[in-house]
């Protein structure tokens, strides 16, 4: 059946051209589609369903550490913008602006918000008065816009969906406690949800956030050994607070600034996935957020009983997620597209199995081939389901840690980076002209100086100084 | 103690001037908060709070219609725009302009969405081809833009949110069911989940949506008698399938266009709720979807054992969604509080209430005030807010009822709609020169010509000939 193959002849293979596959992946998997404004995706019903459920299960644990949701102005006026020096620098180059509003001129310009730190300050400055109004923790889910000249589905377009929560504390210690709060929720996610393991530490100040005292983040490594920055947590200290005039009476009577935090992650989280877990026949998908997890494909459907079956099937599983494929398509073709779209757990259910009370259950990321009971496939499919949770996560930490290179030379580095995708391990002295040295010199990038330490030796891997830190290295997406 | 009135002095009466009181509750309330962009409002946590139990309800009906949802770009090249003649025409003066993507001019401008027909029919006609391919049945929850010149919060902002369904089907007739459908689907959520009673009916085509063929509408009556569109539902016929080329192969062999449909809710259902259920002691929210049901108040809760039987109570309850209030405010205060915030349902209980094994129940609506055990207080509590749900309801139809107004002659009409608030019913020709002659002489507009309709005459009542439709007429936000 020549037929049963469109899906996966379509797809470049990985090993060909890592960038293709993913493209490929992204379109057979009907996660996006183009549209016509340039640099902008569509994200399709089953992309979509994807970033519901992240929303779901990040949103859950927002809430449960004290977090409300609130919705700001997609708009940012340009003074508004301007009243943080770093943060404009950083921001005002890649922004969109809004100049005309119906029929007339605006008299001042609006940016369609890149992020959203100065609006949440403006608000803070008019609603926090006293100790009592603290903290303040809020989130949003909206979209934001940067004008990049260079767009990827998921990794990198000019408008994305994300989550921002933007917090303001009495103290600088509880600023402190609520970035790694998030970092570690943020860690906590990928790993036991997206099944993605994750280096969490601290960015260079080159690295960090416009604005910020400190950024930390969770980076992953993608299947092809670039690194992929997955959330952002950041302390601000009183820097806003200053520039905005957020200040609270505290029980002791005296006026002071706030200590504010912000922390986000987008559908990026989407295209991680597909380079961390995705395999040459596609979409690989963890149970956990699989919009989908069970994909029920009857065979020879039109002989008698077969439809009933699969349809008792369908109820006997109703404690998971299930599809029933009764189209009019072979077989075949509906196993490729079942697989393309990285649905976890496929069941085969023909005539013979229903005569034998049987079926035969296929896992999507080891092809394991079952032939199961139906007295027992319901016990059977969550097994297989949970097992494929944990091992995905430990499939993709083995692939991390042996494409993790330590470098003690910068000969070492070199080779490294050019030779060893992955990520290296280096000391460093702290200083940001090795940081751009080693950019220029071999297009790696600092990823983070990780919260678990280790002393590789004493002197920075470029310029011999004593160092002062490991830092994760790595090209990256 | 006269804190303890704070929030209840600074509100204005209903009676003495509506649209301050609905100000005044808006912002008492805590539902939002003015921001520094022109014409753009900050929704809070309890007014976002209430937002995503809607869009909870309503998500959960529109999959079980088997809609999918998607996500488009937020920005429409201006040449898309026009594409479909009415529809520019409806939006273009109304619409915000993106000229400079970072430092550059653009090379066509951009509007911010004001509605997404353009941006799905572009999508649909790249990929339906074939009968196969349809229906289409997606949505989208967005903020959409509109350069409004008078803005009211949640009524009318330059920004809102919402959710905009658009489907595409092989027949004519198959569009009009799901108009109808999800016309319907909306009718029975404002009623039954937020105790809204509308009026389901057709829009005269002068009021009809920019680029439709028929646009059905709910329209509610708020308590000052002016009425409020609450949910609107398009069939676009083959129009914008004829503009924008979405053709497929049926299974006749011949290519066909699509017919199209859209439906959209916003939060503008936060204002209608306010505005149909509060009172001079601020919000009340039905039940459904409130997202605190039951307020726990402590009275002398310094004494030993009042918060640990606060908290008792409140596992007790954990079938709703209960706050204890244990701040260091007076009761009375709090009190006042939670009756401006609208929660259906308060409990005091103090030292004395222990040593007795009760509560005091107090329902927010009607004031109603019950003494109950504490054996029976779950039952008690599911009780009242299961008839404070329907009676709300009630009440609204008998106030609706009781401002609704025949009107026979041009006399009447004029006199009812000067003076008595409320819908007016009234037979119309079918003729536009008689609806704008309406609106410019009484400032009244159509509201729909309902599908329950009345022979209330043989002629209009503008210009005496003969009449074609009985209409619903009023005042409107």
Chains 1, 2 share one sequence.
Not at 79 to 98: I, N, R, T, Y
Not at 331 to 359: H, L, N, T, Y
Not at 452 to 467: H, R, T
Request: charged share 30%.
């Amino acid at each position: 059946m020549a037929g049963d193959k469109k899906f996966v002849e379509a797809i470049t293979s990985m090993e060909d051209d890592f960038a293709q596959w993913y493209t490929d992946v992204v379109k057979k998997a009907e996660l996006i589609d183009y549209s016509s404004v340039k640099g902008c995706m569509i994200i399709k019903p089953a992309g979509y369903a994807i970033w519901e459920n992240i929303q779901k299960e990040l949103d859950d644990r927002f809430k449960e550490t004290g977090v409300e949701n609130v919705y700001m102005p997609m708009f940012i006026p340009e003074s508004l913008l301007q009243k943080e020096k770093d943060h404009v620098e950083g921001f005002a180059p890649e922004v969109a602006w809004v100049t005309q509003g119906g029929l007339e001129t605006l008299p001042e310009r609006l940016c369609v918000r890149p992020t959203s730190e100065t609006l949440f300050c403006d608000y803070y400055a008019n609603c926090v008065e006293s100790y009592r109004d603290l903290p303040k923790l809020s989130n949003q889910w909206c979209s934001v816009v940067r004008w990049e000249k260079e767009t990827r589905p998921f990794l990198r377009s000019r408008e994305f969906l994300w989550q921002e929560g933007h917090t303001a504390h009495a103290t600088a210690q509880e600023a402190e406690e609520r970035t790694i709060q998030m970092l570690n929720l943020y860690a906590d996610f990928l790993e036991n949800v997206m099944a993605i393991p994750v280096i969490k530490g601290r960015k260079t100040d080159k690295e960090k956030f416009a604005g910020a005292v400190a950024t930390y983040t969770v980076e992953a490594l993608m299947h092809d050994g670039k690194a992929l920055q997955s959330g952002t947590s950041h302390n601000f200290g009183d820097g806003f607070a200053k520039a905005f005039d957020i200040k609270y009476t505290d029980k002791d009577n005296q006026l002071k600034y706030v200590h504010q935090t912000s922390w986000g992650m987008t559908t990026r989280l989407i295209g991680a996935m597909i380079m961390v877990h995705g395999d040459n026949r596609g979409l690989v998908i963890p149970p956990k957020i699989a919009p989908t997890q069970v994909a029920i494909i009857p065979i020879m459907q039109k002989k008698e009983g077969v439809l009933e079956a699969t349809a008792e099937l369908k109820n006997v599983l109703s404690n998971f997620r299930v599809k029933v494929d009764d189209s009019d398509k072979s077989p075949g073709w509906k196993f490729s597209e079942q697989e393309m779209r990285g649905i976890p757990v496929r069941i085969e259910i023909g005539p013979k199995d229903i005569e034998a009370k049987q079926c035969v259950v296929v896992r999507r990321d080891t092809s394991e081939k079952e032939v199961v009971s139906l007295d027992a496939v319901e016990k059977k499919v969550g097994e297989i389901l949970d097992r494929m949770q944990v091992e995905m996560l430990e499939r993709a930490r083995k692939h991390r840690d042996s494409h993790t290179t330590t470098a003690l030379t910068y000969e070492e580095f070199k080779d490294a980076i050019a030779n060893k995708p992955g990520f290296v391990k280096a000391m460093w002295c702290g200083d940001e002209a090795c940081e751009i040295k080693i950019k220029e010199e071999t297009t790696a990038t600092s990823r983070c100086m990780p919260f678990e330490q280790e002393n590789l030796s004493d002197k920075c891997v470029c310029c011999g100084k004593p160092a002062k830190a490991m830092v994760y290295w790595g090209k990256a997406y």
